[in-house]
C-alpha cells in the first residue's frame, strides 16, 4: 500500500514539476481552458439569478399562481372548510383569502364601476383564494387545479399557465442552451490537453524507452501524464471560478440598481458550493479524458 501510494505521489510531483517547467504555457492553457469553461459556468449563474430576479420581483405576474373562485351561495362554512384544506395542503406554499366584500369596495374605488355597481340589486364577486405553489412547473400547477375543480363550492379554477409556460420555455432553452455551450466548450478542453499531453509525450519520449527497456509497466509510464491532464484541467476550473466570481462582483452592483427599479432586494449570486465543485469536477475530469486519449493514440504510435 505505501508502494501504491508513493508512485501515484511521485506521479503527482511529476505533474506539478512539468507545469512549472514552462510557466508562460502553462499560463496560456490555462487561461484559455479558463475562458471555456467560464463562458457555460457564467451561463448557469446567470440562468439561476433570472429565475431568483422573476420570483422576488414586485410585479403581479412574478408568481405563478393558482385562484379559486367560490360558488356565489357559499356560506362561511364551506368557505372554511376550503380555507382549512388549503391551509393543510402540502403543495401549497401561501395561501391569501379575498373576500367578496373586499373584491365589492376596491371595485367601487374605480370611477367607471362605482355607479354600475351601486345599481346592482346585490354584490355580484364571489369569495376567493390565491394560491402559491411550492411547485410551479406546469405539470404541478395543472395537478393542483384539477384537484381544486373537484372540491365542493369551487366554481372556477384559474391557473396562471400564461407566465408559467413562458418561464419554464425561457428556462428549457436556457439549460439547453449551457448544455450545448458546455459540450462544446469541453471538447475545446480535451483538445488542449490532448495536444498538450502529445507535446509532453514527444518531449519525455527517450525516458519513456528506456522506462520499458527497464520493465516499466504500461500503467507506471500513462500515471504521470492523466495526472497531469487531471492537474492541468483542475487549475483550469479554479481559473473559470475566478473568472465567474470576478464577474459576478462586477455585475452585482448594475444588478442592485435594477432590482430596486422592480422594487426587490435581489442580489446577483455567485456560484453555489455545489456548483463550484461540479465545475472543478468536470474540469478535472475533462483533462483527464485529453490526457487518456492522447496516450491512447501517442504511446502506442510515438512517432
Known amino acids: 500500500m505505501n508502494a501504491w501510494l508513493l508512485q501515484h505521489g511521485k506521479a503527482f510531483k511529476w505533474a506539478l514539476q512539468r507545469l512549472a517547467a514552462s510557466p508562460t504555457n502553462t499560463l496560456l492553457s490555462l487561461i484559455a481552458i479558463g475562458i471555456a469553461l467560464a463562458l457555460p459556468a457564467g451561463g448557469q449563474m446567470l440562468l439561476s439569478n433570472a429565475l431568483q430576479f422573476a420570483r422576488g420581483s414586485g410585479e403581479s405576474n412574478a408568481t405563478p399562481q393558482i385562484s379559486l373562485f367560490l360558488a356565489l351561495d357559499a356560506d362561511k362554512k364551506a368557505v372554511d372548510h376550503v380555507a382549512a384544506k388549503l391551509k393543510n395542503h402540502a403543495a401549497a406554499k401561501q395561501v391569501r383569502f379575498i373576500s367578496r366584500e373586499e373584491t365589492f369596495k376596491r371595485m367601487q374605488s374605480g370611477e367607471n364601476l ?4 351601486a345599481a346592482l340589486p346585490r354584490n355580484p364577486f364571489p369569495d376567493a383564494f390565491v394560491v402559491t405553489p411550492h411547485n410551479d412547473s406546469p405539470a404541478a400547477m395543472e395537478q393542483m387545479r384539477n384537484e381544486f375543480r373537484s372540491w365542493p363550492k369551487v366554481e372556477h379554477v384559474q391557473l396562471d399557465s400564461a407566465w408559467v409556460r413562458r418561464l419554464d420555455a425561457m428556462l428549457r432553452l436556457g439549460r439547453t442552451a449551457v ?31 528506456v522506462s520499458r527497456l527497464l520493465g516499466a509497466t504500461d500503467s507506471f509510464v500513462r500515471r504521470p501524464f492523466y495526472y497531469f491532464g487531471a492537474v492541468q484541467g483542475l487549475a483550469g476550473g479554479g481559473v473559470a471560478w475566478l473568472i465567474v466570481l470576478g464577474v459576478s462582483t462586477l455585475l452585482s452592483g448594475p444588478v442592485a440598481d435594477l432590482a430596486q427599479l422592480y422594487n426587490t432586494s435581489v442580489a446577483l449570486q455567485a456560484l453555489t458550493a455545489n456548483e463550484s465543485m461540479a465545475l472543478l469536477a468536470l474540469a478535472g475530469g475533462l483533462g483527464w479524458l485529453g490526457a487518456a486519449l492522447s496516450l491512447r493514440q501517442h504511446l502506442q504510435h510515438p512517432n
Open 179 to 209: 448544455i450545448l455551450l458546455t459540450a462544446l466548450l469541453g471538447l475545446g478542453l480535451v483538445a488542449i490537453t490532448f495536444t498538450t499531453i502529445r507535446l509532453q509525450i514527444l518531449t519525455q519520449r527517450a525516458e519513456i524507452e
Open 114 to 117: 362605482a355607479e354600475v355597481l
